[in-house]
């Protein structure tokens, strides 16, 4: 039950800071919000790798790991939903390249590392450093197709219950990580003999996170109806895919 408390409340904290630092552009910008979620990636390498706790003496997975991944989408729906396609677009590659930029240095690190006996705790760092460069990479495209999937379900479920936001959301987030899980450990663990275990456990830890953070965030919006005035005409395909469509301004 601690696994569970700790996890809600780290839960809460992120949710929290992603509408916080959202509620405060007019005041700084949403160059924060782009800031945190970029800094998060990080955290979710070395917790994937390391942090496991089990749920309901059922389903093993990395809290921390699974609220960042989560958490990103959700910071993605955010933007999709009251701000322009340039901004999304900005969002989704700025992750993207934060992440390949993460294995970039992560694997000069490890070389400094390496390199000689001068490093402190050398034997940890390495450890954390030397991650499997085929499984980010997958994670990486997979994080990059969640993210264009993620705004056409959303899109859809918004445009046939305009008011019922929990829906939206729950529905757009856990339709994406439901399939990123599956196709992840498809891929790079259908022969392993805990295949099955490993991936319940995953789409578990999701589904959990994005029903604690549906109802945060629709509790955020009906408590906030102007944000709803506000709201941006409803987008059609051609309008989402100008988020891979260079050509284009991306203005709404």
């Given at each position: 039950?601690?696994?569970?408390?700790?996890?809600?409340?780290?839960?809460?904290?992120?949710?929290?800071?992603?509408?916080?630092?959202?509620?405060?552009?007019?005041?700084?910008?949403?160059?924060?919000?782009?800031?945190?979620?970029?800094?998060?990636?990080?955290?979710?390498?070395?917790?994937?790798?390391?942090?496991?706790?089990?749920?309901?003496?059922?389903?093993?997975?990395?809290?921390?790991?699974?609220?960042v991944f989560i958490s990103t989408l959700?910071?993605?729906?955010?933007?999709?939903?009251?701000?322009?396609?340039?901004?999304?677009?900005?969002?989704?590659?700025?992750?993207?390249?934060?992440?390949?930029v993460l294995v970039f240095l992560s694997?000069?690190?490890?070389?400094?590392?390496?390199?000689?006996?001068?490093?402190?705790?050398?034997?940890?760092?390495?450890?954390?450093f030397n991650f499997d460069i085929t499984?980010?990479?997958?994670?990486?495209?997979?994080?990059?197709?969640?993210?264009?999937?993620?705004?056409?379900?959303?899109?859809?479920?918004?445009?046939?219950?305009?008011?019922?936001?929990?829906?939206?959301?729950?529905?757009?987030?856990?339709?994406?990580?439901?399939?990123?899980?599956?196709?992840?450990?498809?891929?790079?663990?259908?022969?392993?003999?805990?295949?099955?275990?490993?991936?319940?456990?995953?789409?578990?830890?999701?589904?959990?996170?994005?029903?604690?953070?549906?109802?945060?965030?629709?509790?955020?919006?009906?408590?906030?109806?102007?944000?709803?005035?506000?709201?941006?005409?409803?987008?059609?395909?051609?309008?989402?895919?100008?988020?891979?469509?260079?050509?284009?301004?991306?203005?709404?």
């Amino acid at each position: 039950m601690d696994s569970f408390i700790y996890l809600l409340l780290e839960t809460l904290i992120v949710g929290l800071m992603i509408l916080g630092l959202y509620a405060s552009k007019k005041h700084f910008g949403i160059g924060l919000l782009f800031i945190f979620i970029g800094t998060m990636q990080f955290f979710q390498t070395i917790l994937s790798g390391n942090v496991y706790n089990l749920y309901f003496d059922l389903f093993l997975f990395s809290p921390g790991s699974t609220l960042v991944f989560i958490s990103t989408l959700f910071a993605v729906l955010l933007i999709f939903r009251n701000e322009s396609i340039i901004k999304v677009r900005s969002v989704i590659y700025g992750i993207i390249l934060s992440n390949l930029v993460l294995v970039f240095l992560s694997y000069i690190s490890l070389e400094q590392i390496l390199s000689d006996n001068y490093s402190r705790n050398s034997t940890f760092l390495a450890e954390i450093f030397n991650f499997d460069i085929t499984l980010f990479l997958t994670g990486i495209v997979l994080l990059y197709l969640d993210m264009i999937l993620i705004v056409f379900v959303f899109r859809y479920l918004e445009s046939k219950f305009p008011k019922n936001y929990f829906l939206q959301f729950a529905g757009a987030t856990i339709t994406t990580a439901v399939l990123d899980s599956l196709l992840f450990y498809t891929l790079n663990f259908y022969s392993a003999l805990n295949y099955s275990e490993m991936m319940i456990g995953n789409i578990a830890g999701k589904v959990l996170v994005c029903l604690v953070l549906s109802t945060l965030f629709t509790f955020y919006f009906v408590i906030n109806p102007q944000r709803e005035s506000n709201k941006r005409k409803a987008l059609q395909v051609k309008d989402i895919l100008m988020i891979i469509n260079f050509t284009t301004s991306g203005k709404r």
